[in-house]
């Protein structure tokens, strides 16, 4: 309870940056708050401008399929070692562990889906520093591995918990104060979003042609 409790500040976060590139991209900023949905529209948005796809559809599926596919994968290897061990299956306590682990690796895998719809949405924004491009990978890299560098450091340590999070917070926080600068420059600058290319108005070939000769710029040079 303790763990799933520092969730919510970090999400509030999260959101809050999010935010902020909906104001960029000229989206209502509230939707930034909706789970899964505010990735959704950050990626389709740059759809037909940076890339060629729509990864929002990718992000919600895969995000959605983890959690069968992680209760499918622990149903089975629990079933198997019932069906290898008579004292395994009669233990009360049999597919607790598995169950623990199918959590670990499903927050895991939802956490991987999220880091990289953060690349895919962040990236074309702050590409012009590189610095501050590295920081955000190792930022995102961090979270990812938050819990396992708990585990192997001090297990049950809830300090130490309490400073990893912090960590990664006081990140967080950099880059709501970043990109809310970004924003304000390309408002003086009166930097305009590259326009959305017609899928209907030219052949597959000539539309990805059009995408990589915009090298992942959002804004129009």
Not at 43 to 69: A, C, D, E, H, S
């Amino acid at each position: 309870m303790e763990l799933i409790s520092l969730y919510f500040p970090m999400y509030i976060l999260f959101s809050f940056l999010l935010m902020i590139v909906f104001q960029i991209i000229g989206k209502n900023g509230a939707l930034a708050f909706i789970p899964i949905y505010s990735m959704y529209t950050a990626l389709k948005f740059l759809k037909g401008r940076i890339y060629y796809r729509n990864w929002g559809m990718f992000y919600v599926i895969g995000t959605i399929l983890v959690i069968p596919v992680t209760y499918i994968i622990v149903v089975i290897i629990t079933e198997y070692h019932k069906s290898q061990s008579v004292q395994y299956s009669s233990n009360p306590w049999a597919g607790f562990g598995e169950f623990m682990t199918g959590i670990f690796f499903m927050f895991f895998f939802i956490n991987l889906i999220l880091i990289i719809g953060n690349m895919l949405v962040y990236l074309p924004i702050i590409k012009d520093r590189l610095w501050v491009c590295v920081l955000f990978v190792i930022w995102n890299i961090y979270y990812l591995f938050k819990f396992v560098i708990y585990m192997v450091i001090a297990p049950g340590n809830f300090l130490v918990i309490y400073i990893i999070y912090g960590i990664n917070c006081v990140l967080n926080i950099f880059f709501i104060f970043y990109i809310a600068n970004l924003y304000k420059k390309l408002q003086l600058e009166n930097k305009t979003i590259v326009s959305e290319i017609d899928y209907d108005k030219y052949p597959r070939p000539e539309i990805k042609r059009m995408i990589r000769s915009r090298n992942y710029n959002l804004f129009e040079k």
